[in-house]
Nanobody, 122 residues
Framework: QVHLVESGGGLVQAGGSLRLSCAVS????????MAWFRQGPGKEREFVAA?????LYADSVKGRFTISRDNAKNTVALQMNSLKPEDTAVYYC??????????????????WGQGTQVTVSS
């Protein structure tokens, strides 16, 4: 079992930055693919970024968001810059033994955090 806890969400003005962190505990493994998804009001959960042997990003966040992991500290971070109102959502950390090809699909992940709210005001 893997336990994920997100932190770092909050309210920020458009153009600002936030850094989300995901603390990973339990039966951790550096082989797990780690990812961030988000779910905005009235929307389905969508892929944001993942880190496999490479980093993957949704087109909507490419160039603005950066995913990173620290296996020694068992953490995964999402640095979010140039935030836009449309980035407003609950952000979820996810972990799983996922083939790189399927890293964008939420159903492929076995473990999820409880989510952290990010609100970007215009």
């Amino acid at each position: 079992q893997v336990h994920l806890v997100e932190s770092g969400g909050g309210l920020v003005q458009a153009g600002g930055s936030l850094r989300l962190s995901c603390a990973v505990s339990g039966r951790t493994s550096s082989t797990y693919v780690m990812a961030w998804f988000r779910q905005g009001p009235g929307k389905e959960r969508e892929f944001v970024a993942a880190i496999t042997w490479r980093t993957l990003y949704a087109d909507s966040v490419k160039g603005r968001f950066t995913i990173s992991r620290d296996n020694a500290k068992n953490t995964v971070a999402l640095q979010m810059n140039s935030l836009k109102p449309e980035d407003t959502a609950v952000y979820y950390c996810a972990a799983g033994l996922v083939i790189d090809t399927y890293a964008r699909f939420a159903a492929r992940y076995d473990f999820w955090g409880q989510g952290t709210q990010v609100t970007v005001s215009s």
